[in-house]
């Protein structure tokens, strides 16, 4: 049966309303097919016939549609895809411009996910990096990993340098996360390095060699004689102002160490343990200049049991040390120490300490523990001088005792003394500090602390017709009965000049007590005490007063002076102003007498006014008193009074 297409005939009457098929005409054999879409194709064999473009006729095209109805959908031509626009060419698209296709445009990408198509590093096939961007547009950013710094490890210590740091959430080649190395150039610097004393901060702690390891031992080194006191120690690298050896015996002194030559200074020099002292005696004959070592003699001899020496000829005999003997110098001999703090000649209480009979020159050396007994001759208990001369310079007298005259020293001679002290001495007669029997002068001499039990506390001169001089010396605190600082007996002439007598004590005279012949010129008597005469004490004798100050001494009667048996007091002064008796206090007067046979003349000399006047009359006697003010001159005797 041959098929007819109802849309042939449905054309060929276009324009009709109706179509008949008159009864009879109908050719039975014949199919009758309906093509809607005009394609020539029925429904039988078109698989879309709305579409004129699909049909068995037509070419397969890629558009997801069967377009040749062979049952299959883009069968041959490729499969249908969507693109979506990539403008960054980066390979991901975004879906808000999207395509559908077999093949992809130019422009677009066939995977979408991109969350910045204007950036090609940033799609979902990009690794995350630590930069605040969702790199790989997972929706993290950064996938929570943490930006920090890291440190150029330069040295592979395993520690960075700080101030290199480069900030990334990522380790670099070459950097690390610690960056606490302080000197990136060096390996053996770093955080857990040693401390070694190198000058150099290992441990990277901000200290250069604290806490070193290898510290070595010092000893401070205060005198820097490159020897340290061995019980100020200390650990440390450098050692600045100590030394690496402890056996310093005086870190003190520069001159005491180990291997110092050992002089005569009363010390140990050269720290050696088996030191026993400075003790070195030699005597040296003038005559043949021969050395005689008498160390070994004089060493053996000690406190309870002092070496005995006699000179054998003319000489020098020198000593250093403390020497324990009694030295008998029968000949012209000079004994020199090296000085009186270092060298020392101590009789221990068995003698006088130097007796001398000939012509003895003392110098350097301190004299003590002298003891002269009553019997047989108590004369000098640390030198005795019994005939010719002694010059005796630089030397301290103390601690010595007689008996009878002259606890520190009595000369019989020709006696000098210059520069020199006089301490702490006793007698039971006369002249505690130095007794004389003959000529004496004494320059620069200190008097202190001298106790006698009977005359002259500092000194006593016995020199019948002789005269003493006494030129800018100082007695102080010396003590007596009669004369706390100076006796002149009967006979005797003193010479005071440009000395100062103070603090001395005594029952009568406290500065002096004159029986002979007494000038003083420009010195002063001050601060002195007695019972009577605070300062002098005048009896059968004569006291030169020139330019000289009386000043605030005090006693029981006559607060400067007491006057008796014919004295004969002179204050005058030559021009200076100087002479003065001033604020001395006792309950009769300043100047006293008991006695009508004494006389007093002032010449121009201030008698106080004021508050410096005397505390009472400034003459006084038993049956009445003068009063005088500044720059006064009068006569006073013990008959008519003052005028």
């Given at each position: 049966?041959?098929?007819?297409?109802?849309?042939?005939?449905?054309?060929?009457?276009?324009?009709?309303?109706?179509?008949i098929?008159?009864?009879?005409?109908?050719?039975?054999?014949?199919?009758?097919?309906?093509?809607?879409?005009?394609?020539?194709?029925?429904v039988?064999?078109?698989?879309?016939?709305?579409?004129?473009?699909?049909?068995?006729?037509?070419?397969?095209?890629?558009?997801?549609?069967?377009?040749?109805?062979?049952?299959?959908?883009?069968?041959?031509?490729?499969?249908?895809?969507?693109?979506?626009?990539?403008?960054?060419?980066?390979?991901?698209?975004?879906?808000?411009?999207?395509?559908?296709?077999?093949?992809?445009?130019?422009?677009?990408?066939?995977?979408?996910?991109d969350?910045?198509?204007?950036?090609?590093?940033?799609?979902?096939?990009?690794?995350e990096?630590?930069?605040?961007v969702?790199?790989?547009?997972?929706?993290?950013?950064?996938?929570d990993?943490?930006?920090?710094?890291?440190?150029?490890?330069?040295?592979?210590?395993?520690?960075?340098?700080?101030?290199?740091?480069?900030?990334?959430?990522?380790?670099?080649?070459?950097?690390?996360?610690?960056?606490?190395?302080?000197?990136?150039?060096?390996?053996?610097?770093?955080?857990?390095?040693?401390?070694?004393?190198?000058?150099?901060?290992?441990?990277?702690?901000?200290?250069?060699?604290?806490?070193?390891?290898?510290l070595?031992?010092?000893?401070?080194?205060?005198?820097?004689?490159?020897?340290?006191?061995?019980?100020?120690?200390?650990?440390?690298?450098?050692?600045?102002?100590?030394?690496?050896?402890?056996?310093d015996?005086?870190?003190?002194?520069?001159?005491?160490?180990?291997?110092?030559?050992?002089?005569?200074?009363?010390?140990?020099?050269?720290?050696?343990a088996?030191?026993?002292?400075?003790?070195?005696?030699?005597?040296?004959?003038?005559?043949?200049s021969?050395?005689?070592?008498?160390?070994a003699l004089?060493?053996?001899?000690?406190?309870?049991?002092?070496?005995?020496?006699?000179?054998?000829?003319?000489?020098?005999?020198?000593?250093?040390?403390?020497?324990?003997?009694?030295?008998?110098?029968?000949?012209?001999?000079?004994?020199?120490?090296?000085?009186?703090?270092?060298?020392?000649?101590d009789?221990?209480?068995?003698?006088?300490?130097?007796?001398?009979a000939?012509?003895?020159?003392?110098?350097n050396?301190?004299?003590?523990?002298?003891?002269?007994?009553?019997?047989?001759?108590?004369?000098?208990?640390?030198?005795?001088?019994?005939?010719?001369?002694?010059?005796?310079?630089?030397?301290?007298?103390?601690?010595?005792?007689?008996?009878?005259?002259?606890?520190?020293?009595?000369?019989?001679?020709?006696?000098?003394?210059?520069?020199?002290?006089?301490?702490?001495?006793?007698?039971?007669?006369?002249?505690?500090?130095?007794?004389?029997?003959?000529?004496?002068?004494?320059?620069?001499?200190?008097?202190?602390?001298?106790?006698g039990?009977?005359?002259?506390?500092?000194?006593?001169?016995?020199?019948?017709?002789t005269?003493?001089?006494?030129?800018?010396?100082?007695f102080?605190?010396?003590?007596?009965?009669?004369?706390?600082?100076?006796?002149?007996?009967?006979?005797?002439?003193?010479?005071?000049?440009?000395?100062?007598?103070?603090?001395?004590?005594?029952?009568?005279?406290?500065?002096f007590?004159?029986?002979?012949?007494?000038s003083?010129?420009?010195?002063?008597?001050?601060?002195?005490?007695?019972d009577?005469?605070?300062?002098?004490?005048?009896?059968?004798?004569?006291?030169?007063?020139?330019?000289?100050?009386?000043?605030?001494?005090?006693?029981?009667?006559?607060?400067?002076?007491w006057?008796?048996?014919?004295?004969?007091?002179?204050?005058?002064?030559?021009?200076?102003?100087?002479?003065?008796?001033?604020?001395?206090?006792?309950?009769?007067?300043?100047?006293?007498?008991?006695?009508?046979?004494?006389?007093?003349?002032?010449?121009?000399?201030?008698?106080?006014?004021?508050?410096?006047?005397?505390?009472?009359?400034?003459?006084?006697?038993p049956?009445?008193?003068?009063?005088?003010?500044?720059?006064?001159?009068?006569?006073?005797?013990?008959?008519?009074?003052c005028?």
């Amino acid at each position: 049966m041959r098929p007819v297409m109802l849309a042939t005939l449905v054309g060929a009457l276009t324009g009709c309303t109706e179509v008949i098929v008159p009864a009879g005409q109908i050719d039975t054999d014949v199919t009758v097919s309906f093509d809607e879409d005009g394609d020539g194709y029925g429904v039988e064999e078109d698989c879309d016939d709305s579409s004129p473009y699909i049909s068995p006729a037509v070419s397969e095209l890629c558009n997801g549609i069967d377009d040749d109805c062979d049952g299959e959908v883009d069968n041959g031509v490729g499969e249908l895809q969507t693109f979506y626009s990539d403008v960054d060419g980066d390979g991901f698209g975004v879906d808000t411009d999207v395509l559908t296709g077999c093949e992809q445009p130019e422009g677009y990408a066939d995977a979408t996910g991109d969350c910045n198509d204007a950036n090609a590093a940033v799609n979902p096939g990009a690794s995350e990096d630590c930069n605040g961007v969702d790199t790989n547009c997972n929706g993290v950013v950064d996938d929570d990993m943490v930006e920090q710094n890291w440190y150029p490890d330069t040295d592979v210590d395993g520690y960075g340098d700080s101030a290199a740091a480069v900030l990334d959430c990522f380790q670099p080649t070459d950097y690390i996360a610690d960056g606490t190395d302080c000197d990136d150039g060096d390996n053996t610097v770093h955080p857990s390095a040693t401390e070694t004393c190198n000058g150099v901060d290992d441990d990277c702690d901000g200290s250069v060699d604290v806490g070193a390891t290898d510290l070595s031992l010092w000893f401070q080194d205060s005198d820097n004689d490159g020897y340290g006191d061995p019980i100020a120690s200390f650990e440390d690298c450098s050692g600045d102002g100590a030394s690496s050896n402890g056996d310093d015996c005086d870190d003190s002194d520069a001159a005491v160490h180990p291997g110092a030559t050992e002089i005569c200074d009363g010390q140990q020099n050269d720290c050696d343990a088996s030191w026993s002292g400075d003790l070195t005696a030699t005597f040296t004959d003038s005559a043949t200049s021969t050395d005689l070592d008498l160390t070994a003699l004089f060493a053996a001899g000690g406190i309870a049991t002092p070496a005995v020496w006699s000179s054998p000829e003319d000489g020098t005999l020198s000593l250093c040390g403390t020497i324990y003997a009694q030295l008998q110098v029968m000949h012209n001999v000079t004994i020199d120490g090296v000085d009186a703090s270092t060298t020392r000649l101590d009789a221990g209480g068995f003698g006088t300490t130097v007796f001398a009979a000939g012509d003895l020159s003392l110098s350097n050396i301190t004299i003590s523990g002298g003891y002269a007994a009553a019997a047989p001759a108590g004369f000098g208990g640390g030198i005795y001088v019994s005939g010719g001369s002694a010059d005796i310079r630089d030397v301290v007298i103390e601690n010595n005792h007689s008996d009878f005259k002259g606890g520190g020293l009595w000369s019989n001679g020709t006696l000098t003394m210059t520069d020199s002290t006089v301490r702490n001495n006793t007698a039971t007669e006369l002249g505690a500090g130095v007794g004389t029997g003959g000529e004496a002068t004494f320059t620069r001499v200190v008097f202190d602390g001298n106790t006698g039990a009977t005359y002259g506390g500092g000194y006593a001169s016995q020199s019948f017709g002789t005269t003493t001089t006494v030129d800018e010396c100082e007695f102080r605190n010396n003590e007596a009965s009669i004369g706390g600082g100076i006796f002149v007996n009967d006979s005797a002439t003193v010479d005071v000049k440009d000395t100062d007598l103070h603090d001395n004590s005594a029952d009568n005279g406290g500065a002096f007590s004159v029986h002979g012949e007494l000038s003083m010129t420009n010195g002063s008597a001050t601060n002195n005490e007695a019972d009577v005469g605070g300062a002098i004490h005048g009896q059968a004798s004569v006291t030169f007063l020139y330019d000289a100050l009386i000043a605030d001494n005090s006693a029981g009667s006559g607060g400067a002076a007491w006057l008796i048996a014919g004295a004969n007091l002179i204050c005058e002064d030559t021009g200076t102003d100087n002479a003065a008796f001033l604020r001395n206090t006792a309950p009769d007067a300043a100047v006293f007498s008991p006695d009508a046979n004494i006389v007093v003349v002032s010449s121009a000399c201030d008698w106080g006014e004021g508050v410096d006047d005397n505390g009472s009359a400034d003459i006084g006697f038993p049956w009445g008193g003068w009063s005088y003010g500044n720059n006064a001159s009068f006569f006073c005797d013990g008959t008519t009074g003052c005028f």
